[in-house]
Nanobody, 121 residues
């Protein structure tokens, strides 16, 4: 089994920066992708940013000019720094990972419990 534990989040003022971190633990052979999704109040869950094999990154258009995602493959961690936060960034942020649990084995998708980010204007 694999667990994703998030940290960061909370209440911030518009214009400020925030760092979210997530650590994966458990039976991990390789993290094939790690990233973040978010679910704003009353809306669907949406991609924020993800890093895939080969350090390829993908950002949502709404955050790509003010966010940086990074991973530490040795520690199976992913961090997201978001700058110039806006009230519309208010959401529950979920860590996401696609993990291969053993050599030659299948890939599984995992989610963290979520951490709430509230941006006040």
């Amino acid at each position: 089994q694999v667990q994703l534990v998030e940290s960061g989040g909370g209440l911030v003022q518009a214009g400020e920066s925030l760092r979210l971190s997530c650590a994966a633990s458990g039976s991990i052979f390789r993290a094939d992708a790690m990233g973040w999704y978010r679910q704003p109040p009353g809306k669907q869950r949406e991609l924020v940013a993800v890093v895939t094999t080969g350090a390829n990154t993908n950002y949502a258009d709404s955050v790509k000019d003010r966010s940086t995602i990074s991973t530490d493959n040795a520690k199976n961690t992913v961090s997201l720094i978001m700058n110039r936060l806006k009230p519309e960034d208010t959401a529950v942020y979920y860590c996401y990972a696609i993990i291969t649990t053993k050599f030659g084995g299948p890939k599984f998708q995992y989610w963290g419990q979520g951490t709430r980010v509230t941006v006040s204007s």
